[in-house]
T-cell receptor, first 112, second 116 residues
Framework: KQEVTQIPAALSVPEGENLVLNCSFT??????LQWFRQDPGKGLTSLLLIQSSQREQTSGRLNASLDKSSGRSTLYIAASQPGDSATYLCAVASGSARQLTFGSGTQLTVLP | GAVVSQHPSWVICKSGTSVKIECRSLDFQATTMFWYRQFPKQSLMLMATSNEGSKATYEQGVEKDKFLINHASLTLSTLTVTSAHPEDSSFYIC????????????FGPGTRLTVT
């Protein structure tokens, strides 16, 4: 059974800092890995999707990497802003139905 | 493109009643839809997977007689919480896989259910 772990559970940084969020998964037989953002009481916003054959994806100040063989992914956020404050979720797609298994999330607070 | 809607966005119901939540893919045909539940300060947990025209597959520990899922068309899946109890209060989120883009799930905005 796929298990996804995210470290740290919470992170507080001053505005402008670069930061890295970590995600690990136990079964490397995945189709893809996605990073999501969730604001309090809201749904999910997809940030980046990395196919199993890819090593990284970039969107603006966000860069996500994937090392499938070691079961790890990182989300790099450059020049953090208070508006980046949210919970970041990592999810991997695996199984016959490509169902997503989510990590428990990293709650990020960027201080002005 | 690839928009998924959910209705209602929030609902309050009395204990013992049933409530239906709709999940629609607005601009694509969804071969597979998923239902997730999220308790406060926790991550999303997959409840069930449904394919159009067939019975849903429930995850271990999810009561299929309590959480009725119907995927009657390629654009609509419904989740009915029967005989709701306060412990069913949660955030329910659906997602869908498009017929021609099987590599990504598109998520609805979620439904907040409160059972009093």
């Amino acid at each position: 059974k796929q298990e996804v772990t995210q470290i740290p559970a919470a992170l507080s940084v001053p505005e402008g800092e670069n930061l890295v969020l970590n995600c690990s998964f136990t079964d490397s037989a995945i189709y893809n890995l996605q990073w999501f953002r969730q604001d309090p009481g809201k749904g999910l916003t997809s940030l980046l999707l990395i196919q199993s054959s890819q090593r990284e994806q970039t969107s603006g100040r966000l860069n996500a990497s994937l090392d499938k063989s070691s079961g790890r992914s990182t989300l790099y956020i450059a020049a953090s802003q208070p508006g980046d404050s949210a919970t970041y979720l990592c999810a991997v797609a695996s199984g016959s139905a490509r169902q997503l298994t989510f990590g428990s999330g990293t709650q990020l607070t960027v201080l002005p | 493109g690839a928009v998924v809607s959910q209705h209602p966005s929030w609902v309050i119901c009395k204990s013992g009643t049933s409530v239906k939540i709709e999940c629609r893919s607005l601009d694509f045909q969804a071969t597979t839809m998923f239902w997730y539940r999220q308790f406060p300060k926790q991550s999303l947990m997959l409840m069930a997977t449904s394919n159009e025209g067939s019975k849903a597959t429930y995850e271990q520990g999810v009561e299929k007689d309590k959480f009725l899922i119907n995927h009657a068309s390629l654009t609509l899946s419904t989740l009915t919480v029967t005989s709701a109890h306060p412990e069913d209060s949660s955030f329910y989120i659906c997602s869908a896989i498009a017929r021609d883009r099987v590599y990504e799930q598109y998520f609805g905005p979620g439904t907040r259910l409160t059972v009093t």
